[in-house]
């Protein structure tokens, strides 16, 4: 789209967005004229505004003489106006400082990968729990918890420990607990974990009746085991009271929408999912009625993945679509990296 546009109206949607960005109000011809400089009268700012919103980049609010950007005027910008912001040294201290402590689960490590972006941003910040479908096994750990429970510790090759207590009826002796843990590890070792789901009972047809109760309990419990996370316990985010100090959202139902989005994480889930497939690692912007849903409407969304191993999660923003994409994308792009570098180190 910013091929329709000559480098005067560029210039000008640029500095309207920039403007609005910071202000959160209608921006006016005479007011891009005098601050920035361009060599042009408040009357041909005008113009070149007139035609801007004639085209849809920009629209003109109630009875204000100011303009403010359309999706279309945000996505322009975003796609080819906009200059990425370097990160300033202080943030990315802030960020590898995070990363140098010892985390225990995996889930305490992406908790604070959250609350770090949502205090660098000031905006909402999401992370999603990594997929395990293509995860590879590396070793099944059986521990007794007492006469009923038996904890299952599922290692993933990447770095991922997940654990899951099951609960059974039949008392099991030590000795059978240990040679089924070494049963499972010669045949399911090195197996991704949707194969092992999709074959584990054709896996163990052979098995002994001393291994066959623990067995059992593995086949009734296949998916319990060897699936990702909860829908509830995939998604961390943080920062809800960022959102709501925008100019955007001060007024009370605006603050209500807030709130029941973000009580509703299977919608911020399938939208962060969908805004990040097929984009193999790229960084991914979606405005405001981009968004497949219609709460979304007034958000901007972006994501990026990371890496762990062969599986991946996402890291996501949302915020107004008044938010700061250069700097944002670039904060993003930077803690993936990291993240991704520090699953791959340890």
Known sequence: MHELLNEREKN???????????????????????????????????????????????????????????????????????????????????????????????????????????????????????????????????????????????????????????????????????????LLNERLGGLPLSEIRATFQERFRDINQKEKPVITLFIDSVDKIFMGAKKDEKLFLSGTKNIIKQPEFETPGRIQGVIELLEEKEIIIHILEQSSEGKNGEISVSIGKEIPNMKMEEYSVITKDYKIGESSGTLGIVGPKRMEYAKIISIIDYVSNILTGYFTQR
């Open 12 to 182: 000008i949607l640029r500095l309207i967005i920039q403007q609005f960005i910071l202000t959160a109000s209608p921006v006016g011809s005479r007011n891009i004229s005098k601050k920035y400089q361009i060599g042009l009268s408040p009357a041909t700012v005008r113009n070149i505004m007139a035609d801007l919103e004639e085209s849809g980049f920009i629209n003109h609010p109630h009875t204000s003489a100011g303009r403010m950007p359309t999706d279309k005027g945000y996505r322009v910008y975003v796609d080819s106006l906009m200059e990425l912001e370097h990160l300033n040294k202080i943030d990315k201290r802030k960020i590898k400082h995070s990363f140098e402590q010892p985390f225990g689960e995996t889930g305490e490590l992406l908790s604070l990968t959250s609350k770090l972006l949502s205090s660098i941003t000031n905006q909402i910040a999401c992370v999603l729990y990594p997929s395990l479908e293509t995860g590879i096994l590396e070793r099944i750990q059986l521990v007794t918890i007492s006469s009923t429970r038996l904890l299952v510790v599922v290692s993933i090759k990447s770095g991922l420990v997940k654990t899951i207590t099951l609960e059974y009826n039949t008392e099991f002796e030590e000795e059978n607990i240990y040679s089924v843990q070494q």
